[in-house]
């Protein structure tokens, strides 16, 4: 029996545990990677995070594996398309977003070279540890996820609240809020 001591969140099952453990948290600094996350949160918006992990590699199929070159290309028939994959959240509104957000996240890469470089500037390309103690004290939203949301926005992105980037900064690493007894915190 393994003895580790996680997050409170993650005590659901290994689907759960298994990303804790391997993902959630560690810096991403792959352009690809952090698209992936990027749209798995903004599909994840008024949702539970567990839904979309237990969709992943559906939505990896569906959106050609995160190619934000070929999903900024999409045409009205793979979007169609992707309304009836019941594989993945079937949210018109969304999988518009996600398209527009390629498109974006395209821009960005132009203007900054990377998409990574582009955020991990709004923290000075260093994790922020919060160091909480218990659940309770880890913030749904902060003043940086608001200005990197409002700063999101006004580039072209949708779904990109100050909720989900908040949670994407965490998912990341560009957050740390494993929980003080967590064993990632004192790995």
Known sequence: MENKIRCAWCEKDNLYRDYHDHEWGQPVH???KMFEFLILETFQAGLSWYTILAKRENFRRAFDHFDFEKVSQYSEDKI???LLDAGII???????????NAQAYLKVREEFGSFCKYIWDFIGGKPIDNRPKTLKDIPAATPLSDALSKDLKKRGFKF??????YAHMQATGMVNDHVANCHKRTA
């Open 160 to 165: 990109v609240g100050t909720t989900v980037v």
């Open 80 to 82: 169609q398309s992707l």
């Open 90 to 100: 079937r949210n018109q509104l969304k999988i518009r977003a996600a398209v527009s």
């Open 30 to 32: 792959d352009d690809h």
